[in-house]
């Protein structure tokens, strides 16, 4: 069976641009694949975050998942740092990366521009993000558009180490949906931007757990591009085809007939009509949030995914290090370690 993995930061409220380019295949290959879906708040301390933040952010993040429709039994949901693999075959990644290549990362530029304190883990980051993915022997990751760049580099990290180090990881392949099926919705203030929960503007997204008053306001004062004709157009008219591809999405109605059926209209009521689709497609999630929100329930989701996670990384872990030539702690697994892999001729 496939294997997929993927992982969401704790670092704000879970937006659309969530849903729409990971969350909602979640769902969907659950059931096709032997899914891990991870909040990875180890990732989220790379910019500083509030603790008591973090912590209900984690929660809520993975009570999202299951409010969305990934279902514990079905997939394996569970906390990064509950799992100390991820952060051990960090290491061992980050010694098989090349400062030149983190440089290059385009999130990490964005980031440290936005920021004024720029940390280690802020650079490291996709070495964390590689183990995070290659611990599971992972064949397909799905992600937004702007996970690509980093998905590359652990593809290269993957056959770099299995080069040097004899066969380690399966090499994952990227599971990205084009712009117009939600790969990258942009900010609703500056459709320049990819929508983002960390933003500092609230206005400039819609969080899954935003009360539908909030959705109108933030919809009616989302930006709109100069004339009045609903088109989908990225280069003349990209808020408005922003708009239009989450108002497709949320609805199921294809651009085509949106931009048919709105031919007549002005932006005042086509983000009328839009706001309430969006209010819809919320309102379950919303619901399932509420009931999920009883003390204890995610809780024990999260130990059992993580007993579960753990078994698995644990295995790949192991691999990586005899293959490095660490020592195992204990000295019978030495003997038998050193017999499955390479050993110095000089000892054997
Ligand atoms: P941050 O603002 O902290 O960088 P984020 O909102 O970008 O967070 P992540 O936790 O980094 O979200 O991403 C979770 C998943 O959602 C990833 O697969 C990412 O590619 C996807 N994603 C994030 N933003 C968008 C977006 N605007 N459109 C489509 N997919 C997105
Ligand atoms: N870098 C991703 C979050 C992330 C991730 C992962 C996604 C961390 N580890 C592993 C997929 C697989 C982000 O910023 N969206």
């Known amino acids: 069976m496939k294997r997929v993995f993927s992982g969401v930061q704790p670092s704000g409220s879970l937006t659309i641009g969530n849903y729409l380019g990971a969350l909602r295949h979640f769902t969907r290959l659950q059931y096709e694949a032997d899914c891990y879906f991870c909040v990875v708040d180890l990732h989220a301390l790379t910019v500083p975050q509030d603790p008591e933040e973090l912590y209900q952010n984690t929660l809520n993040t993975a009570r999202l998942f299951v409010a969305c429709g990934v279902d514990p039994k079905q997939a394996t949901i569970f906390v990064q740092s509950h799992v ?49 993915i290659l611990l599971y022997q992972t064949d397909e990751v799905p992600v937004g558009e702007d996970q690509r760049q980093h998905l590359e580099l652990t593809r290269d990290i993957a056959m770099r180490m299995n080069n040097r180090f004899g066969p380690l990881f399966k090499v994952p392949e990227p599971y ?23 933003s500092d503007d609230p206005r400039s997204y819609i969080a899954l757990l935003d009360p539908p008053d909030v959705v109108r306001k933030k919809i009616r004062s989302a930006v709109t591009d100069s004339g009045r004709e609903i088109r989908y157009d990225p280069e003349e008219k990209p808020a408005l085809s922003n708009l239009l591809v989450i108002y497709s999405l949320a609805t199921g109605e294809s651009i085509d007939s949106l931009e048919e059926r709105y031919r007549n209209s002005g932006y005042g009521q086509f983000k009328a009509d839009l706001a309430e689709a969006v209010v819809e497609l919320l309102a379950p999630i919303q619901e399932r949030f509420r009931e999920l929100s009883e003390p204890g329930v995610i809780e024990n989701i999260l130990a059992e995914g993580a007993d579960r996670a753990e078994r698995v990384a644990a295995e790949t872990l192991a691999r990586v290090q005899a293959a490095m030539g660490l020592v195992p702690r204990h000295a019978a697994a030495v003997s038998s370690s050193r017999q499955e892999t390479r050993a110095p001729s000089s000892i054997t």
């Not at 099926?181 to 459709?191: D, E, K, T, V």
Request: net charge positive.
């Open 84 to 132: 100390p693999a991820h952060t051990t075959l960090s290491w061992l990644m980050e010694c098989n990366t090349y400062y030149g290549e983190l440089r290059r990362m385009t999130q990490f530029k964005d980031k440290a521009a936005k920021h004024d304190v720029v940390t280690a883990g802020l650079f490291t980051y996709p070495a964390l993000m590689a183990a995070d």
């Open 176 to 198: 990205i949906a084009p712009k117009t099926a939600g790969g990258r919705i942009m900010s609703l203030q500056n459709p320049a931007e990819k929508m983002s929960k960390s």
